[in-house]
């Protein structure tokens, strides 16, 4: 890629991948990481992770038994949004309801709005 807008001069550390595929990979764009979790249950087979891909960061998985506004991860810098994000996320105990999934600004995330023994995916 150029440094400038229609430019012809090349900036290596926008360096691009064309896949096989057709697909295009950035040099930021990363491959999906177990993120480490404390003091929550994970979903077998869907296991809490996360990854870069166009300098959208993805957050997925389910974990269980969370307590409310209680932090049970953290992503590593560069990964975090530049001030608190709040989502909508399922929430399932007897039935399904929704909660609210946060990544605050230093990386951290929990959720708020599930009752005791729910599951939350991510």
């Known amino acids: 890629p150029s440094t400038k807008e229609q430019g012809d001069t090349w900036d290596w550390s926008k360096k691009v991948e064309i896949r096989t595929d057709g697909t295009v990979k950035q040099a930021t764009d ?3 990481t177990n993120l480490k979790t404390t003091g929550v249950e994970t979903v077998p087979d869907r296991p809490l992770k996360y990854k870069k891909t166009g300098g959208l960061v993805t957050v997925m998985g389910s974990i269980r038994n969370p307590k409310n506004t ?53």
């Open 30 to 32: 990363t491959n999906w």
């Open 70 to 122: 209680v932090i049970f991860a953290t992503l590593p810098e560069g990964f975090r949004p530049p001030q608190d994000v709040a989502f909508p996320v399922v929430v399932v105990t007897g039935s399904t309801t929704a909660g609210e999934f946060t990544v605050q600004k230093g990386g951290g995330l929990f959720v708020n709005g599930a009752p005791a023994n729910a599951t939350c995916h991510l």
